[in-house]
């Protein structure tokens, strides 16, 4: 069992003793989804297979050994004599290569392979990391919008009863009451969207993690608002050319696609091996014969050295050279389908790396202004609620109606909805910005975890 297996093992299990009763933060679900999430489990296990490779080019590099025991019974006619006999061979086969540029390539092609293998894991590793961080900032969004949706929804309940209150004394018409009314319902039906949602993304959470998606833990009220570090969008996208795990990914697949040229051409190549053989032939045992003179006559024979029925040892060494020849144009077809793969390959990095730095430039600017929107929108949420207080003060007063201040509270809603949602799509960006260079790990998350309510 590897070490890495057997952590997950004990992290699963101090998991479950600890079990699902207390709150817990981006800290806690991120390393309770490394021991739980299936997807990097397999992912693990397919990383296991892909170190193997390596070895396996090896191996045809090293001697190959081969042995076999044989006993065969023997029926012999000739001339009206018949014999039958029994007899044990043994023998043993050496081939060791000396040149085959075929295999040299292959196993060079192995090494990409197993660094492909090792980047794939580490690639799951921080893409989990950072969906963890996503699902979690989507309950939390999810909850703050069915808040919101609330917060509506019983502001139009009071404006539709004191809508009633005033028709039944006569100072407003129906027409008050069926807007009032309306507004509710829309409230109503909003709020089983918004709760359906919130569930869905529990469910999205819960899978990922194995955690309680009703036990996430709220972002304090004033997060750390960070600019990127370095903060020109140059340096990042620079970074991105040698970092970014997907570009790694992709650069690997390139060399592995020169190789396959290599593979392919070595077709035509001659082979140089180095081959020996043992073999060991037993004395034959008759079992039965015509006659007692054939008996005789074949016994005799046994004696005799080289015969096939006598006991002899044999060893042979020696080196093979394999030339091909011709076959066929099957080996020119393979170098071009190599070429145009590597040609593909070559797309393939080219794309990866476009994608990359446009994502990073991305990530940069929203991190970078998004420390802006987060304080514009903190500015509007204390200005909306400086409103509220002041029309619920109005209200009171008679200088504001109900529909001054159901229009100041959803206002208020809206606002405090896109201040939370501004908090969210920071640190996101922030994970993804990180992601995209690279650099995400557990110090990382402990660092956006800082913005958690312990």
């Not at 991120?30 to 489990?41: D, K, P, Q, S, V």
């Not at 869905?200 to 996430?216: A, E, H, P, W, Y």
């Not at 099957?330 to 730095?357: C, M, P």
């Amino acid at each position: 069992m590897s070490l890495c297996r057997l952590k997950i093992i004990l992290t699963i299990a101090i998991a479950s003793i600890a079990g699902n009763a207390i709150a817990f933060d981006l800290d806690e679900a991120c390393t309770r989804a490394l021991g739980f999430n299936a997807t990097y489990l397999a992912q693990i296990a397919a990383t296991d297979a892909g170190l193997e490779l390596q070895n396996q080019a090896l191996s045809t590099f090293l001697p190959q050994i081969s042995a076999n025991v044989t006993y065969n019974q023997t029926y012999l006619n000739s001339s009206g004599m018949w014999v039958t006999y029994t007899q044990p061979a043994a023998a043993a086969q050496l081939q060791q290569v000396i040149i085959d540029f075929g295999k040299f390539s292959a196993y060079t092609k192995s090494k990409f392979m197993t660094e492909i293998a090792n980047l794939q894991l580490t690639n799951a590793r921080q893409k989990l990391m950072v969906d963890v961080a996503g699902a979690y900032f989507d309950i939390l969004y999810a909850v703050d919008n069915l808040n919101a949706i609330r917060m509506n929804k019983d502001a139009f309940l009071t404006q539709m009863e004191q809508a009633k209150q005033s028709f039944d004394a006569g100072t407003v018409t129906v027409a008050d009451v069926n807007d009032a009314k309306a507004n509710y319902d829309l409230a109503t039906a909003q709020a089983l969207q918004a709760e359906n949602n919130l569930m869905n993304r529990k469910t999205i959470f819960q899978n990922m993690t194995g955690l309680n998606s009703d036990l996430v833990q709220p972002l304090i009220d004033q997060i750390i608002l960070q600019l990127p570090s370095p903060n020109t969008p140059a340096t990042w996208s620079e970074m991105v050319k040698s970092a970014n795990l997907n570009v790694k990914i992709a650069r690997a697949g390139l060399n592995m696609a020169a190789q396959d040229i290599r593979i392919a051409k070595s077709g035509h190549l001659p082979v140089l091996s180095l081959i020996g053989s043992y073999q060991m032939q037993g004395t034959a045992n008759i079992n039965s014969a015509d006659s007692p003179a054939t008996q005789e006559y074949i016994s005799q024979l046994m004696t005799i050295p080289g015969i096939p029925i006598s006991s002899y040892n044999t060893a042979m060494v020696g080196l093979q050279l394999s030339i091909p020849i011709s076959s066929g144009g099957g080996i020119s077809s393979k170098v071009r389908a190599a070429i145009a793969n590597y040609e593909a390959a070559q797309e393939q990095l080219t794309a990866t790396l476009r994608q990359a730095d446009q994502l990073i430039i991305n990530a940069f600017y929203q991190v970078q202004n998004g420390v802006d929107v987060v304080k514009a929108q903190t500015q509007a949420l204390k200005s909306a609620k400086l409103k509220l207080k002041s029309d619920k003060i109005g209200y009171k007063l008679g200088i504001r109606n109900s529909v001054d201040l159901v229009n100041s509270q959803n206002n208020y809603a809206k606002t405090l909805l896109s201040y939370n949602q501004a908090r969210y799509q920071y640190l996101t960006y922030r994970l993804q910005l990180e992601y995209l260079a690279g650099r995400i790990d557990t110090d990382f998350i402990h660092l956006i975890n800082n913005n958690i309510r312990q």
